[in-house]
């Protein structure tokens, strides 16, 4: 577990991911130790004749390298569910909180929802220069470490570091960069992910994710008209808005909802001629640039001769535009006299909604007064965050990206506007989405030199609430946001409404039980420490009551590819509690197995009893000899069932 991960993440190098990606997808490049046959990849281009790129560009900064890196490391905390939550009020929920670094819950979350994601909105610090960035990461390697795994020089070297605790223009790319990669790898191919932002970083951000999405996987940039009045105030201008790139996955394949129709758009579709296709309205038939051979006269039928504008030419070749006006699909106005347009009909539309324009309006989506009128006035007239965005804003990302069963991502919740997003969203259409927040849990004060609390600059009002971070302020948001929500909608709210969540904390082991793993002899006979209540919520400080039996499941099950919602069985072996997991995995973690437990599981599996391809084990609860007997009767079996150790 911690131990196996820490020895992989001493091993690789700033291009492991990429190269673990490549080998998922093309395989016969590589040998069987693992080595990429640079010829042979050269030869294939060459045979399908592939025009490679010279001279590239791609955007380069202090740190990048240690971002890549970091984006292929294991993570090194564990996910301790908060069984207060989760057997309680989340019981029935299919909503996720986790509480943690977004980092470390990215890397836990790459093997159960990679490529499971469909929408993931994020509104990252914006590093303005003031106090909203600076770089967080600790470089958890040495000197000499750091020499060694990128090829740095002393000069280099002390450059990197400088970035620590900085709000430069490399901080903040180093610091987003391996998020934005372990992102990708959720969405499904024809996910989408917002990215908010300022025009402090919003260059730097679209060089960046053109690097990792790709150049072709742009979809928009997005201008919110986040404010509707000037701050007179400022010395030149006044910022009135924000921006929202937008990339998917796969852009071949991703193709926008649209929209939702309003009652306007819908009063636009008339049926001036009695058409018998229904109604209708009427599109511009020329267009720009000017296509030459799109350029010739049009006689309307009151005999006045028309061309397209200057510098325009019609949409249609002469030969389609004569198709159509015979099947009457070209309009003149009411009078036969007008500039011919084309007709479109409602009955043929691919698509519910209306195509989306770059520019979104406050009077559309919301502004960030309203945004922070309305999120105070959901929690009781207090301000706990100056610039939340509007409900309505990420409702539309949602709207035009995700189906009635779609899975969003939000991994700088803040406030979690998004979850109430999603539950607004799913109360309009009918929907079952689901939404996974992740919110680092900020402290709301800090400890003085006389060993008092004393709340931070902006986070007064919180800590006097009885909110001792942001994680729990977010948290209180959902509660109170479903509580309106199902008052509103009383009446109409459908049986299976997902108003709550399951709550899981990401976190590093103490320091005791990493120098237990540390002093650990795995070919010891004897076990001195009991290594598995170390992870318990008591022994890492934190409420929530789980067992450490349950925190090492709850981290294994994610890394194995299995939801958080996934069938877990609890199997005994005279009275020792393991448990199964979909017909698939054995997992026995607790001190107390020994010989009379492997008869019984032999006897099991040898009588198909129990049917499971793997058992794993948690090692530092088995000393050498418990161990040796369990591997042994294994492979004696006749059916194959591998035995993992972890550690």
């Known amino acids: 577990m911690i131990r196996d991960n820490q020895k992989f993440n001493e091993t690789i190098q700033p291009n492991s991911a990429f190269l673990k990606q490549l080998k998922d997808k093309l395989p016969e ?54 069984e207060d939550q989760n057997k309680g009020e989340g019981a029935n929920s299919q909503n996720l909180f986790f509480s943690g670094d977004n980092l470390e819950v990215l890397r836990h979350l790459q093997s159960a929802y990679v490529n499971k994601i469909d929408v993931i909105y994020i509104d990252p610090p914006y590093n303005t220069g003031q106090d909203d960035f600076v770089y967080p990461d600790n470089f958890e390697y040495s000197d000499h470490q750091l020499e060694t795994m990128f090829g740095l020089d002393d000069d280099q070297l002390s450059r990197l570091k400088s970035i620590q605790g900085k709000s430069s223009h490399s901080a903040w790319l180093t610091f987003m960069y391996p998020r934005l990669e372990l992102a990708k790898h959720l969405l499904k191919r024809d996910g989408v992910i917002f990215i908010s932002i300022d025009d402090n970083e919003a260059s730097n951000l679209k060089e960046i994710c053109d690097e990792i999405f790709g150049e072709n996987n742009f979809l928009a940039q997005v201008v919110w008209e986040r404010a509707y009045a000037p701050i007179n105030l400022k010395k030149n201008f006044s910022p009135s808005h924000d921006y929202m790139l937008v990339y998917g996955r796969d852009t071949n394949i991703i193709e926008t909802n649209g929209i939702p129709r309003t009652n306007v758009a819908d009063d636009r579709y008339q049926n001036p001629d009695n058409d018998h296709r229904g109604i209708w309205q009427s599109d511009n038939l020329s267009v720009g640039p000017a296509i030459s051979e799109n350029i010739y006269p049009i006689t309307t039928p009151s005999g006045r001769v028309v061309e397209p504008p200057v510098g325009r030419s019609w949409r249609l070749s002469q030969k389609a535009f004569r198709e159509r006006l015979v099947d009457n699909r070209i309009w003149f106005g009411s009078d036969g006299n007008g500039v011919p347009r084309i007709k479109r009909f409602k009955s043929e539309l691919h698509k519910t909604g209306i195509t989306p324009m770059t520019i979104w309006k406050y009077q559309d989506v919301g502004h960030s007064q309203s945004a922070t009128q309305d999120l105070q006035a959901l929690m009781g007239g207090r301000k706990y965050f100056s610039y939340p965005k509007p409900v309505k804003l990420i409702q539309r990302a949602i709207q035009l990206y995700s189906d009635q069963d779609s899975t969003i991502m939000d991994f700088f919740a803040g406030s979690a506007t998004t979850a109430e997003a999603v539950m607004q969203q799913n109360i309009e259409d009918g929907g079952h989405r689901k939404f996974i927040m992740v919110q680092l849990p900020e402290k709301t004060y800090h400890m003085n030199k006389d060993g008092n609390k004393i709340p931070t ?132 973690i607790n001190e107390g197995w020994g010989a009379e437990q492997t008869k019984e599981l032999l006897n099991q599996l040898g009588t198909h009893q129990l049917e499971v391809q793997s058992v794993v084990i948690f090692g530092y609860s088995f000393n050498v000899a418990e161990l040796r007997e369990l591997e042994s009767g294994l492979k004696q079996l006749d059916s194959k069932v591998t035995l993992i150790k972890r550690y």
């Open 457 to 588: 600059k902006g986070g007064k009002a919180a800590f006097q609430d009885g909110f001792m971070s942001i994680d729990e302020i977010a948290q209180e948001r959902i509660r109170r946001a479903a509580k309106k929500i199902k008052q509103d909608n009383e009446l109409t709210l459908p049986e299976n409404f997902d108003g709550s969540f399951k709550h899981y904390r990401v976190v590093k082991p103490t320091k005791q039980t990493l120098e237990n793993i540390e002093n650990f002899d795995p070919n010891g006979t004897d076990l001195f420490t009991n290594m598995v209540d170390g992870f318990s919520s008591n022994s890492l400080g934190i409420t929530g009551n789980a067992t450490g039996e349950a925190t090492i499941l709850t981290t294994w099950l994610a890394k194995d590819g299995y939801s958080f919602d996934a069938d877990v069985e609890e199997v005994m072996f005279n009275n020792y509690s393991a448990h199964k997991v979909e017909d698939n995995r054995l997992y026995l």
């Open 29 to 82: 490049f590589f040998s069987k130790e693992g080595n990429f046959n640079l010829d042979k990849f050269k030869s294939e281009l060459q045979e399908y004749n592939i025009n490679e790129l010279k001279d590239g560009y791609q955007l380069d900064f202090i740190g990048k390298d240690y971002a890549r890196r970091q984006a292929g490391e294991m993570p090194t905390t564990v996910i301790v569910p908060n």
